[in-house]
């Protein structure tokens, strides 16, 4: 079973820690958008206490690992607005933000914004975007345009760890 299979159910945490290692890649290993890797490093260190505790093991082995890996994961991330097929997770959480509706006008203005950042940054802007609307998405998106590269490499971190979480917290019940 993949998690995209179990996208309306949950699965109980006394489950997930009983679970093999291909079994958890597989499920828990979409909550970092294509980057299993994070659920690969972090089922050794099953059985959690609880989702908490898995949450920040993962985040844990997520920073830990070497640059390269880290840009990976970042650059696994979609565009936001954008109308090219992204994963289920990703378009349930931009159709929640209200960026697959973006008139043409809008359309272009995060094309045109997503592609200065990737340009500036060498990866996609990333924003938990779960209770934000476009303008405020946008905003943001200005707004750390004027980050420095460290700066920005650690904000998208934190926002990938915050989408993870919310992804987390969908799928597994304690």
């Known amino acids: ?10 699965i109980l945490m006394t489950t997930v820690n009983k679970m093999g290692k291909q079994e958890f890649v597989d499920i828990v290993g979409s909550v970092f958008e294509h980057s299993p890797w994070v659920a ?16 920040r093991a993962m985040v844990q082995n997520m920073y830990e690992a070497e640059n390269s890996m880290k840009l990976s994961l970042l650059r696994a991330h979609p565009d936001l607005g ?11 959480e931009q159709l929640d933000a209200g960026l697959n509706g973006l008139s043409e006008e809008e359309y272009k203005e995060f094309a045109a914004l997503n592609q200065r950042y990737t340009g500036r940054f060498g990866f996609p802007f990333i924003m938990a975007v779960k ?8 905003a943001y998106m200005e707004q750390r345009m004027n980050n420095s590269s460290d700066e920005e490499f650690e ?18 019940d304690e």
């Open 155 to 172: 904000t998208a971190l934190k926002e990938v760890s915050k989408i993870a979480k919310f992804r987390l917290w969908d799928l597994i």
């Open 1 to 10: 079973m993949k998690a995209s299979e179990v996208v309306h159910m949950t």
């Open 131 to 138: 209770g934000h609307g476009k303008n405020k998405i946008k």
């Open 82 to 92: 954008t109308k090219l097929e992204i994963s289920q997770s990703s378009q349930s």
């Open 40 to 55: 690969e490093h972090t089922w050794n260190q099953l059985p959690f206490a609880d989702l908490e505790e898995m949450y």
